[in-house]
């Protein structure tokens, strides 16, 4: 490791947050945590998993070259930000049924993968309804490096939030004495019992000394990363293993602000911070297209390599068809340069000027007497292939931005649908849309959290669009713009003949 690479380790450690928050750096990762219950010979219901099975959802970890991790290594992961090896993966297993130790434990050691396995007290060593691990059983496999034990409380309530106090208490408290009394090691992990909690269900798991938490979503699958806090880990069900296997992705180290990387695969990725869902583009080479008129933003990349896009700047409201921009525009599809109207720019001063070129990205505050020149702009960043002035800052060096920032811009405080793009801590460019309606502030505060160290504010409202390989990923027609910021593959724009791109 060179004194770089320490320095960049240590400033990431140095940045993670206060417990239970999740770490910026963490949340570019994409780290499937994968849930099984009983495995059994018969199934019995339609989440039982057979022997064979479960062998071949292990085989195909395998041929796909993932790293099935510890929760302690995924813990670490959240809270620190610092990447996970190479295609990471959790494996959990719910209840405690006998299959555990018959079946789980046995091709665990065989391919020498480890796991987490939530057992409720009540269960052990009694026939509970299915068959039950022993405490024999259970102390072999907690001996064993590979096994993490995490209490899933003592008789499984099907909603924890219906509970008392004082039987949450015993529900969370006494469960983790009973398993660290009985196995003698500490229990550092919780999972909830149908994945049912509140804000009271997670202080008294907090307050019982765990370090986490696990839970479960049925009606929408989420990464690691995603989850709101470490007291609430997402898992996704054993049978949508396929689906997410090829995005699993451990991260990337933050690179320093001066720094970016342009040849990353370009991913969709949909995330919920603070009650804020985003939709989120990430990867591949950020360019601009400035179309002749006003068109889906689907259309102005259609005849282009672009692989996602975004609505872009603002324009000009007084025709139709215009693709008259508001401020200076600079496009590589055009290769002109077009400058802001006289009666606008002093208007649009401070707001961020973007600058693009094949390796970085700049943001500096629109300056009207240096910046309306092709000259004047090319002087910022040498090479420069795209330029326009966004709405304001959402995110600088990393922190989001106050009200009192925003200054005169109108609806910033507003709940409307927004439009984003900017650079994450990995220096990967990020293209994006709030998922529900948002005010600049608190978009800002997410994006912050979902590990981005600069993001402006594209046009919103109406004309917030997303597309991602051909498809849109709004839930209404948006309105037609004239400008989009594209992700393309690192060697850059392609065009083909068309129209739309003149």
């Given amino acids: 490791m060179t004194l770089t690479d320490l320095a960049t380790v240590l400033a990431v450690q140095a940045s993670a947050p206060a417990f239970p928050g999740i770490h910026a750096a963490a949340r570019l990762a994409r780290v499937p945590v994968i849930m099984y219950h009983d495995i059994l010979p018969t199934k019995q219901v339609f989440f ?206 933050p690179l320093p602000e001066n720094a970016f990387r342009f040849d990353a695969a370009v991913q969709l990725n949909r995330v919920t911070i603070d009650q804020v869902p985003l939709i989120l583009a990430t990867g591949g080479r950020p360019v601009t297209l400035h179309a002749d008129s006003r068109y889906q933003v689907g259309e102005i990349i259609a005849k282009t390599n672009a692989l996602a896009a975004v609505d872009g700047g603002f324009f000009s409201l007084e025709a139709l068809n215009s693709n008259v921009m508001v401020g200076p525009v600079f496009s590589q599809n055009t290769g002109r340069f077009v400058p802001g109207q006289s009666q606008e720019i002093r208007r649009i001063a401070n707001r961020p000027l973007v600058l693009i070129n094949p390796t970085q990205v700049k943001y500096i505050p629109f300056d009207p007497n240096r910046h309306n020149t092709l000259a004047g702009i090319k002087a910022e960043l040498p090479g420069l292939t795209d330029a326009f002035v966004a709405a304001a800052w959402l995110v600088k060096d990393g922190e989001p931005q106050s009200a009192a920032s925003f200054g005169n811009l109108f609806d910033f405080d507003a709940a409307r649908d927004r439009a984003f793009w900017g650079i994450d801590q990995a220096g990967r460019p990020v293209i994006g849309v709030s998922g529900d309606y948002v005010d600049s502030v608190s978009l800002g505060m997410a994006l912050s959290q979902a590990g981005l160290r600069e993001a402006v504010m594209l046009d919103s409202g109406a004309s917030a669009s997303l597309v991602f390989q051909g498809k849109s990923q709004m839930s209404y027609e948006p309105r037609p713009v004239p400008h989009v910021v594209a992700l393309v593959p690192p060697q850059g724009l392609q065009l083909q003949a068309c129209g739309l791109n003149k």
């Fill in 48 to 253: 039982d998993v057979t022997p064979p099975e479960l062998e071949a959802d292990l085989q195909l970890i395998q041929k796909n070259g993932l790293t099935p991790i510890s929760l302690d290594q995924l813990v670490t992961h959240l809270r620190t930000g610092l990447p996970l090896p190479p295609k990471p993966i959790l494996l959990s297993f719910d209840d405690g049924y006998e299959g555990h130790y018959t079946y789980v434990y046995t091709l665990l050691k065989q391919y020498d993968y480890p796991a987490v396995f939530g057992i409720y007290t009540n269960k052990v060593g009694k026939k509970f309804g299915r068959s039950s691990l022993t405490w024999s059983q259970l102390r072999q496999m907690a001996a064993d490096p590979l096994v993490t034990i995490a209490s899933h409380s003592v008789s499984h309530p099907s909603d924890l939030r219906k509970l008392s106090d004082q039987e949450l208490r015993w529900e969370i408290v006494e469960s983790k004495r009973i398993l660290e009394t009985e196995l003698g090691i500490p229990i550092n992990y919780f999972v909830y019992p149908e994945g049912k909690y509140d804000k009271r269900v997670q202080q008294w798991a907090g307050l019982a000394g765990y370090e986490a938490a696990l839970t479960m979503n049925d009606e929408i699958d989420q990464f690691a990363g995603a989850s709101d806090s470490l007291l609430s880990i997402e898992r996704i069900g054993q049978s949508r293993l396929e689906a997410v296997i090829e995005q699993a992705d451990g991260g990337l180290m």
